[in-house]
Structures are given as C-alpha cells and as structure tokens.
C-alpha cells in the first residue's frame, strides 16, 4: 500500500500544478480583456454603404456615451473631435441612425466611448460613391433594344413556322 501512494504523488502534484497554472493564465486573459476594453462593444450596420448613405450604429454602453466619425482606418479621434451622436443618460445601451455627406467616400473608424473612462470601442465603415441611377435613363436605348428582342423572336417564329409548313407539305 505504500507503494501505491508514492506512486501516485507526483501524477497528483503534477495535476494540482497544471490545474492552478491554467487557473492564473485564464484569471490574467480575463483581467486584461476587462481592463483594456472595460466591456464595451460597438457595432456597425451595414458596414459598407455609398456617399450620402445611412448606417446604425449601436453599442452596449450609455450614459453619456460619444460616437465620433474619423476619416481613415483605426484612426483615434482628435483631440477636437465633437461627437456625432451622444447617448441620452438615462440609457444604458443604444442605437441611432447616422447618415453619412455626400462627399464622405473611403474608410472611417467610428468610434464609441464614454470620455475620461477605459470603455471604448470601434468599428471600420467603408463609404462607396454614389451610384448614378441607369434605371431612367431617357436616351431610348432601352426601347430600342426591347424593339430589337421583339423583332428576333418574331423573326425566329416565323422561321420555326416556315420549317414546319415545308416538312407538312414535303409528307
């Protein structure tokens, strides 16, 4: 029987010591993550949308929450910046509607953050040009290729009839 407990031991410490290093690793991820984010989440939807578009933005914190826009990817703020949107204080997360200028093409970091605090996100939209509206066009180029489909597959029938007239009267 003494054979049996020291043959064990060491499995046994080498367990507890595995078991509290793994414990100490998971402890450090989780206390970093909390510290460098504080928790707060900002989301974008549609992440890509054309000049003059609109987008929602939405996150897990209020409170006087700030959204600001900054021209580039993974811009901070300026100094100067002035928010966007600010969240009303009696919310404790949000959601409001932004739209972008007219003249606003390429990539923006939309930042949401509650000023002199650790909470913070951000989020990467993408502004496309406008596209211009080919739906009405008043050129006529529409109804004359309409035309000229019609025309073909008048033609085509008339020749499918053509071949089935000439193999009745060949029989």
Same mark, same amino acid.
């Given at each position: 029987m003494g054979t049996w407990f020291a043959n064990t031991l060491?499995?046994?410490r080498l367990a507890v010591v595995l078991a509290?290093?793994? $414990?100490? *690793?998971?402890?450090? *991820? *989780?206390?970093? /993550?909390?510290?460098?984010g504080?928790?707060?989440?900002? /989301?974008?939807?549609?992440? /890509?949308? @054309?000049? $003059? $578009?609109?987008?929602?933005?939405?996150?897990?914190?209020? @409170?006087d929450a700030e959204v600001h826009?900054?021209?580039?990817?993974?811009?901070?703020?300026?100094?100067?910046?002035?928010?966007?949107? /600010?969240?009303?204080?009696?919310?404790s997360s949000f959601s409001a509607t932004i739209t972008m200028g007219a003249d606003t093409q390429g990539t923006w970091t939309v930042w949401g953050f509650i000023p002199a605090t650790e909470c913070g996100d951000s989020a990467i939209l993408t502004v496309t040009g406008t596209l211009s509206d080919t739906a009405l066009a008043t050129d006529g180029r529409g109804a004359w290729s309409a035309l000229g489909v019609l025309l073909v597959a008048l033609a085509l029938m008339g020749v499918s009839r053509f071949t089935v007239a000439a193999r009745r009267d060949s029989a």
């Amino acid at each position: 029987m003494g054979t049996w407990f020291a043959n064990t031991l060491p499995h046994r410490r080498l367990a507890v010591v595995l078991a509290g290093i793994i $414990g100490l *690793l998971m402890a450090l *991820l *989780l206390v970093g /993550t909390a510290r460098a984010g504080g928790g707060c989440q900002i /989301t974008i939807e549609p992440g /890509t949308i @054309a000049a $003059g $578009g609109q987008f929602v933005v939405s996150g897990n914190f209020g @409170a006087d929450a700030e959204v600001h826009l900054v021209p580039g990817e993974d811009v901070p703020p300026p100094e100067d910046s002035e928010p966007v949107y /600010t969240v009303p204080p009696d919310r404790s997360s949000f959601s409001a509607t932004i739209t972008m200028g007219a003249d606003t093409q390429g990539t923006w970091t939309v930042w949401g953050f509650i000023p002199a605090t650790e909470c913070g996100d951000s989020a990467i939209l993408t502004v496309t040009g406008t596209l211009s509206d080919t739906a009405l066009a008043t050129d006529g180029r529409g109804a004359w290729s309409a035309l000229g489909v019609l025309l073909v597959a008048l033609a085509l029938m008339g020749v499918s009839r053509f071949t089935v007239a000439a193999r009745r009267d060949s029989a």
